[in-house]
């Protein structure tokens, strides 16, 4: 890269900051200003008891299913709701899929924590070498949230039933899988680069 090139765009990412003032930089009426406009705002906004629209029956029904262990409650496939599986169901479905070798390998806990180091290797690679590219901010950015992410490193699989195809020859509904990679090492670099 020339030193003419222009700056990196300014980066919508950013990290937030714990830095607060020192009292003695704080004149002294802007904690009564401050605690008079939440005291106004607070009025503005009031929880209110709204009156429910479903009937007590209706509402125990509800209860009773959000709480049975035996059943979830997944999202269908194109928008369409939610539906209900039993659990049991629900688990075999998803080993229907993870079960394929053709598409999935399985891997022991030590291989996935390898595989996930090295892969975060690379992207810190990454980002050292095009940090003049993404600019710092989101450098630092990207290595904020990997380490944020280091806990739960993997992404997460779930299906979603395809209500709309109809129940299949084998008498189960079809199923798409997903894998999120929502709180994964990887998911913002993918922003940046197609990995």
Known sequence: MSDDAPPPPESKLYIRSNWRPDLCDIPDWVPARLSKFYVRVQKLYTKKNADSNILPFQERLLEQ???????????????????????????????????????????????????????????????????????????????????TNSSSPFGQFYIMYKIHKGIGENSLWPTRPVCSNVTSIPSLIVLYYPI
Do not use: F
């Open 65 to 147: 299913l959000a709480s049975d262990p035996k059943h979830l409650y997944p999202l269908a496939d194109k928008g369409l709701g939610p539906c209900a599986v039993l659990y049991e169901q629900y688990v075999k479905d998803c080993l229907v899929h993870l079960l394929n070798e053709t598409v999935y390998e399985r891997l022991s806990l030590e291989e996935a924590l390898q595989a996930t180091a090295s892969l975060k290797a690379k992207i810190q690679e990454w980002l050292d070498d095009y940090e003049h590219i993404i600019g710092p901010k989101v450098k630092e950015y990207i290595e904020h949230h990997m380490s």
